[in-house]
């Protein structure tokens, strides 16, 4: 009986290896931005305590961050979040969340302990665009359309960047 389960399993591996390419893992890599990735790696803030890295955010039939303008939170994200998920849940009022208060997405930094956007940027991605768990399926809330799961899905595997021109959520840009 063994003999067969080798047999078949040495089989198997023939079978896969005659299909695999041996490629460097460039996850962890030190970036600054996401030229400093080659593709289908992206540079953002995904390990606590590391700083930004190279990671692998793209699965097959996600969007290419490489490709086109990377959104930013003041542009783009901030109207989407404020729209779907920061009334009752993860803004200022967080009755409508389970009891988690430990974030907050309408704030882009961390403030006193509480994590913002760009901490959460990796989760937000996770949630919205992988999981579509978020906002959860509740009669008579938003969810994000298609273009707007697409967006998040950009800005976080682009590192999450503020603003264009360096501005803040306040400044009006």
Known sequence: MNRIHLSLLGLCAAAVAGCTIEAPDFSGKSCESI????KSYTCVAARPGVGRTCEVLNA???????DG??????????PILAANCVSSCHGADTTGSNGRSDF?????EADGGVAGAK???????????TYRDMPPP?????EPTEEER???????AG???LCNDGGTPDSGT
């Open 138 to 142: 509740r009669r008579g809330l938003p």
């Open 104 to 108: 907050r997405l309408d704030l882009y």
């Open 69 to 78: 303008r990377v959104p930013t939170w003041c542009q783009d994200i901030q």
């Open 60 to 66: 097959p039939g996600v969007s290419d961050p490489n």
């Open 35 to 38: 030229a400093d990735c080659p």
């Open 159 to 161: 590192g999450a960047p």
């Open 119 to 129: 901490l959460m940027a990796p989760r937000i991605h996770a949630r919205v665009v």
């Open 150 to 156: 697409l967006l998040i899905d950009r800005w976080a």
